[in-house]
């Protein structure tokens, strides 16, 4: 299993601000979109490159361009939408996969509504975004059902962790990376991550 913490400065300070309980929505939405930004820039660092001959105003010259099949970006609904925005922005060209499970409350089990992947996800990268690896079960059934239709490629990509959350999924996929701006203490009875920064969808969307 592989855990990488994104301990850069700029995320750090981020995340810091959106932990607090008086950040408004407007303001966290702002920095999800933010350190989206920085998040892809790590999960994407060691991307295979090519070459390509090109003619800059001076002169040919051969220039290094991504290869391999386009990206995917797998949102896990409706949170993982804050992540994908961003990423979208820094990688225009990626595919994306909408997977929509919510957490009933009470099992705190995945329930799938909703799920829309490209067809020919086999040869691609997938990276599965949701901000809060929490119980870890939605990031699991999320990658089961991916590597069902063929997906053998595939990252993980949240905002903050919960021990027990990464417990949980590298006993399921542990040949799936997981990326993290934090890992937290834990998780409470309600399967909140403390000290968190409480139901990442309503602060965004300003549902509570
Ligand atoms: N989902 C959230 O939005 N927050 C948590 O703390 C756990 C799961």
Same mark, same amino acid.
């Given at each position: 299993?592989?855990?990488t913490?994104?301990?850069h400065p700029?995320v750090q300070?981020k995340?810091?601000i959106m932990?607090m309980?008086?950040?408004?929505t407007?303001s966290f939405?702002?920095?999800l979109?933010?350190?989206?930004?920085?998040?892809?820039?790590e999960v994407?660092?060691?991307l295979?490159?090519?070459?390509?001959?090109i003619e800059?105003?001076m002169?040919p010259?051969e220039?290094?361009i991504?290869?391999?099949?386009k +990206?995917?970006? @797998?949102s896990?609904?409706?949170?993982g939408?804050?992540?994908?925005?961003?990423?979208?922005?820094l990688?225009p &060209? %990626?595919?994306?996969?909408?997977?929509g499970?919510?957490?009933?409350h009470?099992?705190?089990?995945?329930?799938?509504y909703?799920f829309?992947?490209?067809e020919?996800?086999?040869?691609?990268?997938?990276?599965?975004?949701?901000?809060?690896l929490?119980t870890?079960?939605s990031a699991?059934?999320?990658?089961?059902?991916?590597?069902?239709?063929?997906?053998s490629n595939i990252?993980?990509l949240? +905002?903050l962790? @919960?021990p027990e959350?990464?417990?949980?999924f590298?006993?399921?996929h542990?040949?799936?990376p997981?990326?993290t &701006? %934090?890992?937290?203490e834990?998780?409470?009875?309600?399967?909140?991550i403390?000290?968190?920064l409480?139901d990442?969808g309503?602060r965004?969307?300003g549902?509570?």
């Amino acid at each position: 299993m592989s855990v990488t913490v994104v301990s850069h400065p700029l995320v750090q300070h981020k995340l810091t601000i959106m932990r607090m309980k008086e950040t408004s929505t407007a303001s966290f939405r702002r920095l999800l979109k933010e350190i989206s930004l920085l998040l892809c820039y790590e999960v994407t660092r060691d991307l295979d490159l090519t070459t390509t001959m090109i003619e800059t105003p001076m002169q040919p010259m051969e220039s290094p361009i991504l290869d391999g099949k386009k +990206l995917v970006f @797998a949102s896990i609904l409706r949170a993982g939408n804050g992540l994908l925005e961003g990423m979208l922005d820094l990688v225009p &060209a %990626a595919r994306v996969a909408h997977i929509g499970l919510y957490r009933d409350h009470k099992t705190l089990q995945p329930v799938e509504y909703y799920f829309k992947a490209p067809e020919d996800i086999v040869n691609r990268l997938i990276i599965v975004v949701d901000p809060m690896l929490a119980t870890g079960n939605s990031a699991v059934e999320a990658i089961t059902k991916l590597k069902e239709r063929g997906a053998s490629n595939i990252r993980f990509l949240c +905002l903050l962790a @919960a021990p027990e959350g990464i417990k949980h999924f590298a006993e399921v996929h542990p040949d799936v990376p997981i990326y993290t &701006a %934090a890992i937290d203490e834990k998780l409470n009875e309600d399967g909140y991550i403390v000290p968190g920064l409480g139901d990442a969808g309503d602060r965004m969307y300003g549902t509570k």
